[in-house]
């Protein structure tokens, strides 16, 4: 059985809850208000079997005042009834409806002429002459045009049929996509708690499963589902399902929020899209004008930046903005949205979401900006990939980015990465993407970053990791600095050692006369022993002049990169076989004082030959390197 959304649309008094009360034998008119007033003023619903064919009604208020209304369930519609009336034809909201459904994407449906007992036989070939005319150019063109009376019943019957063959000719909603819930209701019921409903647009729900609401990202539990009223275990795309929510208040619920698949969906304020405004709008869509958008149930204000061209999108042309919202919606690439102006409330345009997670553009940057976009519009998944980790720039992209702007799910995500990067367009580094333009001028910088270093620092073995990361990948994602460095080190391009990263073509290289004076160094610190001599006196001892002993502290630097001179305290260096050759002797005389392995200031001062200058804070360096450990006024010398 395959379930479908038929959606009513058109002006007030039309019969539209009449007609879904004469198909279904439910009335969608649920509020005592609707009922008192006879008008319909919220979404209404109803179910009804057809063959195989399940169908889900969803029926809109035609009050101008109430088009904010209609909009929450016209998101989600697979066929539109648009109905007009016998005996009035046309009216504004028949049009302005008509055009939400087609900027909104609609593709199947039928025009339903009500009232038919209301008319004689040349009005009604008037009223579908100018239904005809209405739906000319459009989804409906070709569309069955029925009549009915909901009152006699007439026509009923061929509705029926026509529905039928309509509903097998629409596409399956496609499997690609993750589950999303847009709520148009929320309400509480004894007993239960919270209930939520709408049209499951894609995936699919499971009684038990941990969900989230967006934008607040509440957690939530499904504790029970139904579809058309009847308690089930799943609800799939395209049904009409009502939710029970553990975990949430029905006062925290509002009618716009989305429920999705814990952590994969991501509210955003800033979008990149393209409109299309109407061209009959009254104005057209200018930068910095506030609009009312409206995407899946929800409805925010924001305001309008028109990207390309000049600062207007003019009635009957499409273009390019920027939209800023005022509130946080979910919004995914490709979906379709409305555009109503602010005051008074009028529809005026539509569009599609390009960049749900967009960033401020400079105008230099317009232009780069501008080309990605239409990258992204195009209809092959692996070039919207690719617009998407172009834009992502030096930052890079993960994976769950890129879930949360497609709602693509994990299949066919890995089945479109692995294109582009059989393609080479796009690069994995470190489990992050990357274009492959951006990993090649990140590359060029670091290794230009390592060179500039060399040249100031040719002593140097290297740059510090952390420095290059913070030179270079200041704007990357912390992943991608350890892949980067990885692909550059694979090519042979650097040589990464424990905290530093080098040039692979850079060695230390000593002069003959830096050799020299290095080996003069170290001689003098070995002769030393523990008893350390202090710069200036190597300085002096090695005889080197004032002018050249900012270059002997670079070459006693290698020293201590090399892990031949350690320091000892604060000026204090020694040479690391003294300090092993003593170690060697701590622990000969911990064994020699089992068990208690205790040793005295004193006691080390013998043992290692030095006044208590060296003896403190050769003690302390032992403490450090955990040789030792401070027990009261003696050391304990730890077993190694
Ligand atoms: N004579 C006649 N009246 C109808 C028919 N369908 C609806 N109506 C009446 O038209 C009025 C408006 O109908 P309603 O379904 O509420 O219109 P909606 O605003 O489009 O939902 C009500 O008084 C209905 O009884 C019909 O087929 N024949
Ligand atoms: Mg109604």
């Given at each position: 059985m395959s379930s479908l959304i038929v959606g009513t649309a058109g002006h007030i008094d039309h019969g539209k809850s009449a007609l879904v009360r004469a198909l279904t034998g439910i009335d969608p008119d649920r509020l005592p208000e609707e009922k008192r007033r006879g008008i319909t003023i919220d979404l209404g619903f109803a179910d009804l079997e057809l063959d195989d064919l399940r169908l889900g009604f969803v029926d809109v208020p035609g009050h101008e005042r109430f088009v904010k209304n209609m909009l929450a369930g016209a998101h989600g519609i697979d066929l539109l009834a648009l109905v007009i009336a016998a005996d009035e034809g046309v009216m504004p909201q028949t049009r302005e409806h008509f055009d939400i459904c087609r900027l909104l994407g609609v593709r199947n449906g039928l025009v339903v002429i009500t009232k038919k007992d209301l008319v004689d036989e040349d009005m009604l070939v008037l009223v579908e002459d100018e239904a005809r005319e209405l739906v000319m150019g459009s989804f409906l063109e070709n569309a069955p045009v029925v009549a009915v009376s909901s009152r006699t019943g007439a026509g009923l019957d061929e509705l029926k049929s026509r529905l039928i063959e309509l509903g097998k000719r629409v596409p399956p909603r496609s499997l690609d996509f993750t589950m999303r819930l847009p709520i148009d209701r929320a309400f509480s019921m004894k007993g239960f708690g919270s209930v939520v409903t709408g049209t499951l647009v894609s995936g699919t729900i499971t009684e038990g499963a941990e969900l989230e609401l967006l934008p607040p990202r509440i957690p939530v539990r499904v504790r029970g589902l139904q579809v058309h009223n009847k308690s089930v275990h799943e609800a799939h795309a395209g049904q009409r399902t009502a939710v029970n929510l553990a975990g949430v208040d029905t006062a925290q619920i509002e009618r716009g929020m989305v429920l999705a698949a814990a952590g994969r969906l991501r509210p955003t304020q800033v979008i990149d899209a393209w409109i299309d405004v109407l061209p009959g709008a009254s104005r057209g869509v200018r930068s910095r004008s506030r609009v009312r958008f409206h995407i899946g149930a929800a409805e925010i204000l924001g305001r309008v930046r028109v990207l390309e061209g000049s600062s207007e999108i003019a009635p009957g042309k499409g273009g390019l903005a920027q939209l800023r919202l005022e509130a946080p919606v979910v919004a995914l690439h490709g979906d379709r949205f409305i555009l109503r102006s602010y005051?008074?409330?009028?529809?005026?345009a539509g569009g599609v979401i390009v960049d749900p997670f967009a960033t401020k553009h400079r105008a230099r940057e317009m232009q780069v900006a501008l080309e990605l976009l239409h990258l992204l519009m195009s209809d092959d998944r692996a070039e919207k990939f690719e617009g998407f980790v172009k834009a992502a720039g030096a930052r890079g992209l993960r994976p769950a980015d890129l879930a949360a702007a497609t709602g693509w799910t994990n299949e066919v995500l890995a089945q479109v990465a692995s294109q582009v990067q059989k393609d080479g367009s796009v690069i994995d580094a470190g489990g992050v993407y990357l274009a492959r333009e951006s990993l090649g001028r990140l590359s060029e910088t670091v290794i230009a970053e390592l060179d500039r270093h060399h040249k100031r620092e040719?002593?140097?073995?290297g740059m510090l990791r952390e420095t290059l990361r913070e030179k270079v990948f200041a704007h990357s994602l912390p992943e991608l600095f350890a892949g980067v460095i990885a692909r550059l080190e694979a090519d042979g391009n650097v040589v990464s050692e424990k905290d530093i990263v080098r040039s692979s073509e850079h060695s230390v290289g000593l002069s003959d006369q830096d050799a020299e004076l290095s080996k003069k160094i170290e001689q003098l610190y070995l002769a030393a022993g523990v008893e350390a001599p202090t710069i200036d006196e190597v300085m002096t001892r090695a005889e080197v002049p004032v002018a050249r002993r900012a270059q002997a502290r670079k070459i006693m630097q290698l020293l201590i990169d090399d892990r031949k001179l350690v320091r000892v305290q604060g000026e204090m260096f020694m040479h690391a076989q003294a300090l092993d050759a003593l170690k060697t002797r701590l622990i000969k005389y911990a064994s020699q004082h089992e068990p208690n392995r205790l040793i005295d200031v004193a006691a080390f001062k013998d043992l290692a030959g030095v006044s208590r200058k060296y003896a403190i804070p050769l003690l302390e360096y032992f403490d450090r390197a955990q040789v030792t450990r401070r027990a009261g006024d003696k050391r304990l010398i730890l077993k190694v």
């Open positions: 005051s008074p409330a009028e529809t005026i040719p002593l140097a073995r």
